[in-house]
């Protein structure tokens, strides 16, 4: 059997204070998850359970404090060559153009034809004529199109995307995730999604995973999303088995978040 493109064994992460060496925070713990070549996997849990942070070790930005991450069966050393990143926050150079930031990893590793390229995906992303934009003259959805050729024109064999449309009003996200998919269908490359959106989960995945309320987050469900594709992620949402399936996860998700929002009240309240 090939190795996972990407895979989490035991994985915990300990943060301690700067101020105070004895304050700890123990964010996950005891998480083991694997996304195979080619796969779309979710991982959703309550606010502030620990989703971002895996995703900051399986990017190799963060180093597990116990535990172990391996990348198509090598142990990761360092950042993770093989992934590209998109995360929430804004990540375009705003005194760059729109293609100038698209070409900037290609620049970076030398690439001669990084203008064709850069032309080349901000056309598959719907802004072909676009390129001399500055991200400011572009709106949200756009410069979240821009930013998706930046992570795709590197070719990276894993994608890590960690709530990358949350900002987006409700059409233009579904017609952002209906594109990823359709780019993901053409190449196939490993996933792994993080989201707080649990019908976009489902929507988008081929597995969706739940993690605990923190602290010592950890996966608690594991759901194989059997939805037909292609997919529709405004159509699928009205079909019997996506109900189904949302029903299903969202009963071992439920508990989670009221936890997690007692939590958050708790912090804010001290
Ligand atoms: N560098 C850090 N130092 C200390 N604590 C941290 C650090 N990074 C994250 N944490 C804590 O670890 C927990 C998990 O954070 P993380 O951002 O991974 O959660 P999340 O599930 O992505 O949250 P959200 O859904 O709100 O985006 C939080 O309690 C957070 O405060």
Redesign the pocket.
Known sequence: MSAAALELAGVA?T???KDDASQR?T??RDVSLTVGAGEFVSVV????????????VAAGL?SPSTGSVKVFGQPLQGTNRRAGYMF?AESLMPWRTAAQNVMAGLEFRGAADARPQAEEWLRRVGLGGFGDRYPHQLSGGMRKRVSLAQTLVLDPDIILM??PFSALDVQTRQLMENEVLALWAAKRKAVLF?T?DLDEAIAMSDRVIV?SA??G?RPIGEFVIDLERPRDVAEVRTTPRFVELHQAIWNVLRDEVLK?YA?QLQVKAA
């Open positions: 992460c943060f301690v204070s925070y964010a996950v849990g309550p606010t502030g359970c620990g989703k971002s942070t895996l995703l900051n963060l929430q960690d709530e993080i707080h993690l923190g602290p987050s997690g939590q």
